[in-house]
């Protein structure tokens, strides 16, 4: 059950995750969701998330939520913006825009226009930040 992780676990994956972002953020890249899977997996030695689980994505989205907001208490832009649904769907997943919308950074029932455009600018602002830090 890779859901049901232990708090230590969960901290460490949650660290692992963060890592990768950023240092996909140091090359200017974007990272696919299943990519970042695999990787933090590698890092951790854990089981990766099953996609095919709801609970899975759910708790991988959770994950990236909460280092999302970590990162908020000394940043000004959503470091998980670098991750993407798929090399051909070039954006985050909609749990990004909600996130977002939660935060208060995002007007809720935005189009999706305007939903593209502030992932771009969170983008810009994750990548131009972290360029700075090579």
């Keep these: 059950m890779p859901h049901a992780r232990t708090e230590e676990d969960r901290a460490v994956i949650m660290e692992a995750a963060r890592s990768i972002m950023v240092h996909t953020a140091r090359r200017q ?3 696919t969701y299943a990519d970042l899977n695999q990787k933090i997996s590698e890092d951790t030695d854990t089981e990766p998330f099953d996609f095919s689980r709801e609970a899975d994505r ?6 990236l939520a909460d280092v999302v907001k970590d990162d908020l208490l000394h940043s000004r832009f959503m470091l998980s913006s670098v991750a993407t649904l798929s090399d051909l769907e070039r954006e985050p997943g909609n749990e990004f825009y909600a996130l977002a919308e939660n935060l208060g ?3 809720p029932g935005a ?3 305007r939903k593209y455009e502030f992932w771009a600018e969170q983008l810009k ?3 131009d930040h972290y360029k700075r830090r090579i």
């Design 29 to 31: 890249e974007l990272i």
């Design 58 to 63: 759910d708790a991988l989205g959770a994950l």
């Design 105 to 107: 950074h995002l007007e």
């Design 111 to 113: 189009s999706r226009e």
């Design 125 to 127: 602002l994750t990548h």
